[in-house]
C-alpha cells in the first residue's frame, strides 16, 4: 500500500510564507513525477507545480516567481516553498504522485490535502 501525507500548512498573512511538504511511503518500485494541486471553494482543482525525477519543473502563471517546487529523491519527498502569498492563494493544497509497486505498473496516488488560509 501507498500513501502520500502532506504537511505545513496553516494560516498566514498576505507577504507571508509557508513550505508545505508531501512524504510518499509503503512499497514503492519508483516515482516518476510529483506534484503539487490546489482547490479553492467553489473552483476546479487546479495544478500548482510539477518535477519529474530528473528534476525538471513546471509551475502555474498564477505562482510563478512565488512558489517553488522541489524534491529529494532519497526521501520520497516533494516541497512547495510559497513565498509572497496572496488571499487568492487559499485553498486546499493535494500533494499527487505517478508511481509504480513494481515494474512495469503505475498508478496515480493523492494525499488527504492541507488546508492553507492566505489572510490578514
Known amino acids: 500500500q501507498v500513501q502520500l501525507v502532506e504537511s505545513g500548512g496553516g494560516l498566514v498573512q498576505p507577504g507571508g510564507s509557508l513550505r508545505l511538504s508531501c512524504a510518499a511511503s509503503g512499497s514503492i518500485f519508483s516515482i516518476n513525477f510529483m506534484a503539487w494541486h490546489r482547490q479553492a471553494p467553489g473552483k476546479e482543482r487546479e495544478l500548482v507545480a510539477l518535477?519529474?525525477?530528473?528534476?525538471?519543473?513546471n509551475c502555474a502563471d498564477s505562482v510563478k516567481g512565488r512558489f517553488t517546487i522541489s524534491r529529494d529523491n532519497a526521501k520520497n519527498t516533494v516541497y512547495l516553498q510559497m513565498n509572497s502569498l496572496k488571499p487568492e492563494d487559499t485553498a486546499v493544497y493535494y500533494c499527487?504522485?505517478?508511481?509504480?509497486?513494481?515494474?512495469?505498473?503505475?498508478?496515480?496516488?493523492w494525499g488527504q490535502g492541507t488546508q492553507v488560509t492566505v489572510s490578514s
Open positions: 518535477i519529474t525525477s530528473g528534476g525538471s519543473t
Open positions: 499527487n504522485a505517478y508511481l509504480s509497486m513494481r515494474l512495469g505498473d503505475g498508478n496515480y496516488y
